[in-house]
């Protein structure tokens, strides 16, 4: 209340454990953050994730990722997938070769970026991509 925000722009973004805590917030307070940005994170609820609100989420994993598996980050972003009530099919968007999943909810898109031969890195792309999909909000 005493600092001048604009509530309907506030953003997370976090590789790894900082990835984990975006998912975390994004199942928790969907309302609050408006866009997750999310780098080889995880869904560490254990299965609790039941986002109350849709929530555009941006997220990359390597393929060969030994820290935090590829299933495990699918699983994540299914959650979300599920809850923004987008389809199961996608279209490709820029960076290649993130993927936009089709018919989300307006405004809530779920982008999801499996980056082959990388592990547990930032890829390099991710920064102006996480940037530029805050951005259109």
């Not at 209340?1 to 199942?27: N, P, R, V």
């Amino acid at each position: 209340s005493s600092y001048c925000i604009d509530t309907g722009k506030i953003f997370s973004a976090g590789f790894s454990y900082g990835g984990m805590m975006s998912i975390t917030l994004g199942c928790q307070m969907p309302d609050v953050f408006r866009a997750i940005g999310v780098e080889s994170g995880l869904d560490i609820s254990g299965g609790r994730c039941n986002p109350a609100h849709p929530i555009a989420v941006w997220q990359t994993q390597g393929d060969q990722d030994t820290a935090v598996p590829p299933a495990n980050a699918q699983a994540a972003r299914d959650v979300f997938v599920k809850t923004n009530h987008c389809g199961s099919t996608t279209t490709a968007v820029s960076p290649s070769p993130c993927v936009s999943y089709d018919g989300c909810d307006s405004g809530y898109p779920v982008v999801w970026c499996l980056i082959a031969g990388e592990g547990h890195a930032i890829w390099s792309q991710s920064g102006p991509a996480i940037a530029g999909f805050f951005k259109q909000y």
